[in-house]
């Protein structure tokens, strides 16, 4: 165990939602690494609320006998998890209820910063900002962590954030996207940010495309009660591809200062380009995945998963070609692209650099353009493809990478995104946190898109479990005689 000091002051972190999914799986092994690695003051609590009438001993039950497996093997020991335990004060109550909050108040009275992290259906949100402060629990030093999915469209997503703002200044407000928790993530800023060699290329006409990949091997589990209302647009695209895009494209901040770099993604979103149902037709493909093998194993077709309705049209697969009106970016597509049951587990950024103008290798010399391969996850690496010289007496050129493992660039530790997220509320670090006007400019630019699917009466095309997606994603890079790397 680490012996730093603790990095912060006394504080509570409420957690609505404590007993559930996101609780035991990624928020309290978040937390139990923070305290594990003397992160947290030894004066903070974790207060986990619940509807189940529970007494604290058994909730300390339940969560010890479920979240233990989420932890990172070789950072568990029954001493440290037991003294992790110590924090946590269990206190259950029916949100919806504002007299309820009188028994949060009781436990909650010292004035300390509090953080309320509300990991329930963003449907509660309202009522228990509403209730938390009529009880009076709501003051300066207060945060609010707001966990995706924020609405469902543009008109729930602004009512949210309305109700929201009645109690809580947008300053306390931590709208969370975990992949801008991602240690991969946030390298992307130092990587165009913290080296001179790029930022002159970084643009057209020297980019030629983008390519963006959120490929995830597994299905939809026992989710399909929430994933078949939202579907991959909604799920992936609307967050986590389009701020991965942005942190892509925008243009310098001035600062790391939380609204300065906000105010540069926000820029981007806004100049993405509107697609009119022509567009939609043509540069958008949504699929769904149907019966095929995952990691050796076969596995079901999406409507045959649990709690699926039958005949579902809900896309598991997104891919599109997205453009940025600006200066920068004018002409240069961007192609993003997500799905369950993919072949694979993989999160990569392709920048494809423009052909050379001559070659003095003549035309037959095999030609490859200069990529960087930015791989987000399993693997954290950064590849650049070059052209060398093939051995021998001829001039032959052939492709190689010049390689950078970025796990085995420093044998620090590394933290997961929540953990790391939680430390920057319990900081009060906003940088990587969405603003409202952020929020809502991707609604506006995904609203449309998920509108004309439904004017064209768009139905997912089918892919096998296990390959790459339908074959028109092939086809819209084909087009521009482009592929998707793992095609190349
Ligand atoms: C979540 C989505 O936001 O991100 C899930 O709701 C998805 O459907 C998950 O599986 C992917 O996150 P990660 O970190 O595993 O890439």
């Known amino acids: 165990m680490n012996t730093t000091p603790t990095e912060t002051g006394a504080l509570d972190i409420v957690i609505f939602g404590g007993a ?22 030894p004066e903070t609590r974790i207060v986990a609320v619940g509807r189940q009438n529970w007494s604290r001993e058994e909730y300390l039950e339940f969560i010890d006998k479920n979240s233990p497996q989420f932890i990172e093997k070789n950072a568990f020991t029954a001493d440290d998890w037991k003294r992790f335990m110590d924090r946590l004060v269990y206190v259950s109550l029916d949100v919806t209820a504002a007299s309820d909050y009188a028994k949060l108040k009781a436990v909650c009275d010292a004035p300390m910063v509090r953080v309320f992290y509300l990991a329930t259906a963003p449907s509660l949100f309202t009522q228990i900002c509403a209730n938390l402060s009529s009880a009076g629990l709501v003051d300066a030093q207060s945060r609010v962590v707001l966990e995706k999915p924020l609405g469902t469209d543009l008109a729930s997503a602004r009512a949210i954030n309305t109700d929201v703002a009645r109690y809580f200044d947008e300053q306390q407000i931590y709208r969370i996207d975990h992949y801008l928790g991602k240690e991969t993530v946030q390298n992307l800023m130092v990587l165009r940010f913290g080296n001179a060699i790029f930022e002159p290329l970084w643009r057209a006409p020297y980019i030629k495309s983008v390519q ?14 929430f994933y078949d209302g939202a579907g991959a647009m909604r799920d992936m695209v609307q967050n986590h591809l389009l701020q991965l895009l942005c942190i892509v494209a925008m243009e310098p901040p001035i600062s790391l200062g939380a609204d300065d770099v906000r105010d540069e993604k926000l820029k981007v979103l806004r100049s993405l380009r509107k697609m009119d149902l022509a567009d939609i037709k043509r540069d958008t493909v949504r699929g769904q995945y149907t019966a095929g093998a995952s990691e050796g194993a076969a596995v079901k077709g999406y409507l045959e998963e649990d709690n699926v309705p039958a005949g579902s049209r809900t896309e598991t697969f997104v891919a599109l070609r997205a453009q940025i009106n600006n200066a920068r970016w004018a002409n240069v597509p961007f192609f993003l692209r997500t799905g369950k049951r993919m072949q694979k587990r993989q999160s990569e950024i392709i920048i494809e650099f423009a052909d050379q103008p001559f070659s003095i290798f003549g035309t037959t010399a095999h030609h490859e353009p200069n990529r960087l391969i930015i791989s987000l996850q399993p693997e954290e690496s950064i590849q650049l493809e070059m052209m060398v010289k093939e051995p021998g007496t001829g001039m032959s050129l052939h492709p190689v990478k010049l390689g950078l493992d970025l796990q085995q660039s420093s044998d620090k530790r590394r933290a997961e995104a929540y953990e790391r997220l939680l430390m920057d509320v319990i900081k009060g670090r906003l940088t990587h946190f969405m603003r409202r006007d952020e929020l809502e400019a991707a609604w506006m630019w995904v609203e449309p898109i998920l509108d004309g699917w439904q004017a064209l009466d768009d139905k997912p095309r089918n892919y096998s479990a296990g390959s790459w997606g339908p074959a028109a994603s092939s086809a819209l890079m084909a087009r521009e005689d482009l592929s998707w790397f793992e095609e190349v």
Not at 20 to 41: E, I, N, Q, T, V
């Open 20 to 41: 559930g999914d996101l609780s035991f799986r990624k928020l309290l092994p978040a937390l139990y690494m923070a305290h594990l690695h003397s992160r947290l003051s």
């Open 212 to 225: 963006i990949t959120v490929a995830e091997s597994v299905g939809v589990g026992s989710r399909a009660g």
